[in-house]
């Protein structure tokens, strides 16, 4: 019994252990949202769905500094179709447990904020308004853990888009859901070499 309670305690020590060591400083994470979902604040507002692939380096403990990609549509019953295009940087810092008052949900879990910076655009069919110009955004979201390597995660980001165009700086509210995948870099090598 003593040897079942011991190799318990250990197996829960080394999740908690594993489970910081995905957002140390060296590792990659790469992945994206792969549903997304948006209230418009615009006239016209709707429904939104996009692919948002991302990829990131930890800089250190808990930072991670990348670039990202966004491409969508979205529309309404009778009215045009949207397309929105964004192309840039981002970057995340992940809270840690019980930093600021904050503790974590779920015990394989992680809240972070994320931040982008980048170009991008809407066009809108039939004649209707456009905008190109400089693309940014922020906000909270949470990762969980289902392996020591993957993660899923919900995100919710303000996101805006000040240019040029007869639209001008356009806005919304965002909501997606997706997964991260979080490799050491002596994993990343493994894999790029495999791939030669």
């Known amino acids: 019994m003593k040897k079942l309670i011991l190799s318990g305690i250990l197996a829960v020590a080394g999740l908690a252990t594993t489970m910081n060591a995905q957002i140390q400083k060296g590792n990659w994470m790469v992945g994206g949202n792969l549903v997304g979902a948006d209230f418009g604040l615009n006239k016209g507002g709707g429904y939104n769905f996009a692919i948002q692939p991302k990829g990131a380096y930890f800089v250190e ?6 670039g990202y990609v ?6 309404a019953k009778d009215s045009p179709t949207t397309f929105t295009y964004n192309v840039g940087a981002l970057g995340r810092y992940y809270l840690s447990p019980g930093e600021q008052g904050v503790d ?6 992680r809240w972070f ?5 980048g170009v991008g ?5 039939k004649g209707g308004s456009s905008s190109n110009g400089l693309n940014f955004g922020f906000g909270p979201g949470y990762s969980y853990f289902i392996t020591p390597n993957i993660g899923l995660e919900g995100l919710v980001k303000y996101d805006a888009n000040a ?4 639209g001008g700086y356009t806005h ?8 991260q995948i979080y490799l050491p870099t002596s994993k990343a090598k493994q894999v790029i070499n495999d791939v030669k």
Not at 70 to 75: E, K, N, T, W, Y
Not at 104 to 109: A, D, I, K, R
Not at 113 to 117: D, I, P, S, Y
């Open 61 to 66: 403990d808990n930072i991670a500094v990348g």
């Open 70 to 75: 966004d491409l969508g549509f979205s529309g």
């Open 104 to 109: 974590n949900l779920l015990n394989h879990g």
């Open 113 to 117: 904020f994320e931040g982008n910076l």
């Open 121 to 125: 655009g809407t066009s809108i069919s």
């Open 163 to 166: 240019g040029f165009g007869n």
């Open 172 to 179: 919304r509210i965002m909501f997606g859901l997706g997964f």
